[in-house]
C-alpha cells in the first residue's frame, strides 16, 4: 500500500510530484490539488479550503467547481504538511496571475495527466510497486479508517457527498473498526461481573 513516506521519497524526486504529498497527507483529488490557488492556503491556521478543481473539458483543462457541493471544504493540515507546503511556495519563482500553488515553474498551471505519468514513471524507475497517483487518495481513506478516525470525518475529508459513499468504497476496512469498537465498549462495561460464580 502506497503512503506518506513513499509520497515524501517521490516528491523528493522531482518538482511536479510535490503534489503527491499533498494528495497522500489529505485525500484531496489531483484536480483539487492541481486548483489550489495561494489565497486558499490558510498555513498559520493550519488549515486549507477546497475552492475549485481543474477538469477535463471539451476544449482541454478547464478550472471549475469541485466534483460535488461537499467538495468545497475545509481541510486540516497536520504540521509537516504545513511546512512542505511553506518550503514549496518559498522556491516558486514565478507566482502567475492566478497564483496557483502547484505551477510548472512560471506560474502556469500544471497538466494534470501530466503529474500522472510523471508520478508512474518515477514509481517505475524507483522499483516500486505498480501504483496510481489516486491510489494516495485511496491510502489516505484506508489509514483514516483503518486508524479509527470517525467514518464522518474522513468523508468531510475526502468530499464524499455521502457518508454511504466512503463506507462502500472502504467496505474492506469496516470489519476492523467492528473489532476495535468491540473492544472499547468491552473495556467500558465489565461483562465478567455479570457472569455467575463458579461454584465451589
Known amino acids: 500500500m502506497p503512503g506518506p513516506c513513499l ?30 490557488r495561494r489565497a486558499d492556503l490558510r498555513l498559520a491556521e493550519g488549515f486549507l479550503m477546497v475552492r475549485q478543481a481543474r ?18 471544504r475545509r481541510v486540516a493540515l497536520d504540521p509537516a504538511s504545513v511546512a512542505v507546503l511553506k518550503a514549496h511556495l518559498d522556491a516558486q519563482v514565478v507566482i502567475g496571475v492566478e497564483g496557483y500553488v502547484f505551477d510548472r515553474g512560471d506560474g502556469e498551471p500544471l497538466d494534470p495527466d ?11 524507475v524507483a522499483g516500486l510497486p505498480r501504483i496510481g497517483l489516486h491510489d494516495l487518495r485511496h ?21 464524499h457527498s455521502w457518508i454511504s459513499i466512503t463506507l ?23 461483562l465478567a461481573e455479570c457472569l455467575p460464580s463458579a461454584q465451589a
Open 114 to 124: 501530466g503529474v500522472t505519468g510523471t508520478f508512474e514513471r518515477l514509481s517505475r
Open 55 to 72: 477538469f477535463r473539458g471539451v476544449d482541454g483543462w478547464v478550472v471549475n467547481d469541485p466534483k460535488t457541493r461537499a467538495g468545497q
Open 168 to 190: 462502500d468504497l472502504y467496505s474492506h476496512v469496516v470489519p476492523t473498526l467492528q473489532d476495535a469498537a468491540a473492544d472499547r465498549l468491552a473495556a467500558s462495561i465489565d
Open 7 to 36: 509520497a515524501r521519497r517521490l516528491s523528493a524526486a522531482s518538482p511536479l510530484l510535490s503534489t503527491s504529498a499533498m494528495r497522500a497527507a489529505t485525500g484531496m483529488r489531483r484536480g483539487e490539488v492541481l486548483g489550489l
Open 139 to 159: 491510502t489516505a481513506a484506508t489509514l483514516m479508517l483503518a486508524n479509527g478516525e470517525n467514518p464522518k470525518v474522513v468523508q468531510e475529508r475526502l468530499g
